[in-house]
């Protein structure tokens, strides 16, 4: 069973005092070849050029079509505070146990605000998972009474702004390229997904604890299937240590190189898997923004005039008057199928089912 990014617990840590945030810095890249994929690189710095959002989602148009994946560049987010905020995620994976469970998801409602433990076991293969995340809400007024870790509460303005400002510089731009790619009024996504509005949009600390070779090669035969994140965008932050797979159209899996300044990923198929043998001993650390659909988003096809001419518009989908699940509901229940169990179990040939809508479980 691999460990937990804990230190050993003292009385002194219990208590509220400060939390000492020690600066972290990514690890050296990995120097073995994998073999990457090829991801279009979209320039933010030309959004406000004349012209420049149109030129862009041209640019993106295969990546939002084919590939799903794509990185992101000058989005006027300092890396320096993106570094702060891996340095806050990894002094959290620090604190005492103790601590770390003082607000723990509730999977029973499907909420994932709060902390998830390394604790489910992976089938019947004696290894549980190794990951723990930490899912910090909006700062709106609905969630004002979400419980807040200590390191969480002394950082809260620190964290509060760089919540809001990956939505204001990078979230709500791809909303409008995307929006032009579907031929909709510029601001339609973005309004869908308004940041004061309710949703169960999250940042997230994410740390892969440090397996043997062993525990990696009986986890991954358990399941080697990717899968596709339960929202509308996930912003991924550069940090080194190689894992992260997508699968390509032609069906193959691909490495996703770090790219200098951030990255971004758009739900669709990907897996994490065993870091090279000279990143294996290096707890792999995450930085990730997951925008989901909310309360007042129904989970229907979008009047895109670019897909009704492709008949890609549900019938069902066209008529006002038909009942729609929101988007707060359909997060939610899949948060609960997924996670609201103690094991994990085999979902090959499995699909999320809920009210008229269909996801695939997993994927070759």
Not at 201 to 215: A, F, G, P, T
Request: aromatic share 10%.
């Amino acid at each position: 069973m691999a460990p937990i990014a804990i230190e050993t617990p003292v009385a002194s840590q219990l208590d509220n005092s400060k939390v000492l945030v020690k600066p972290w810095i990514r690890p050296k890249k990995t120097s073995e070849k994998l073999e990457y994929a090829e991801l279009p690189k979209i320039d933010l710095s030309r959004f406000d050029e004349p012209g420049g959002k149109q030129e862009l989602s041209r640019q993106l148009y295969d990546a939002v079509t084919r590939v799903g994946f794509w990185s992101v560049v000058n989005t006027g987010i300092d890396d320096e505070r993106v570094l702060r905020q891996f340095s806050i995620g990894n002094s959290f994976f620090k604190e005492p146990l103790e601590e770390k469970r003082r607000f723990p998801c509730n999977f029973a409602e499907g909420e994932y605000f709060g902390y998830r433990e390394n604790s489910r076991w992976i089938g019947d293969t004696g290894v549980k998972e190794n990951v723990e995340m930490l899912n910090i809400p909006k700062a709106i007024p609905a969630f004002n009474s979400v419980g807040k870790h200590r390191i969480v509460e002394q950082n809260w303005e620190e964290i509060a702004s760089f919540h809001r400002d990956l939505f204001d510089k990078v979230v709500r731009k791809l909303f409008v390229l995307i929006s032009i790619i579907l031929e909709l009024p510029e601001n339609y996504l973005a309004d869908a997904h308004a940041y004061d509005e309710e949703s169960d949009d999250h940042l997230r600390y994410m740390i892969y604890n440090v397996r043997s070779q062993e525990e990696w090669d009986k986890a991954q035969a358990y399941s080697k299937g990717g899968h596709t994140d339960f929202g509308s965008l996930t912003l991924l932050f550069s940090q080194h240590v190689a894992g992260l797979q997508i699968r390509t159209p032609e069906g193959e899996w691909k490495y996703v190189s770090p790219v200098e300044g951030g990255s971004f990923i758009k739900s669709t198929v990907h897996r994490v898997v065993t870091p090279p043998k000279d990143q294996i001993h290096i707890p792999r650390l995450g930085l990730l923004y997951f925008n989901r659909p909310g309360a007042n988003t129904p989970m229907k096809t979008v009047p895109s005039p670019l897909l009704d001419r492709l008949g890609l518009i549900p019938e069902e989908d066209k008529d006002p008057n038909k009942p729609v699940v929101s988007g707060t509901e359909y997060v939610r229940a899949r948060v609960k199928d997924v996670h609201y169990k103690t094991v994990l179990e085999k979902r090959e040939g499995t699909s999320f089912e809920f009210k008229g809508l269909s996801v695939q479980n997993y994927y070759k």
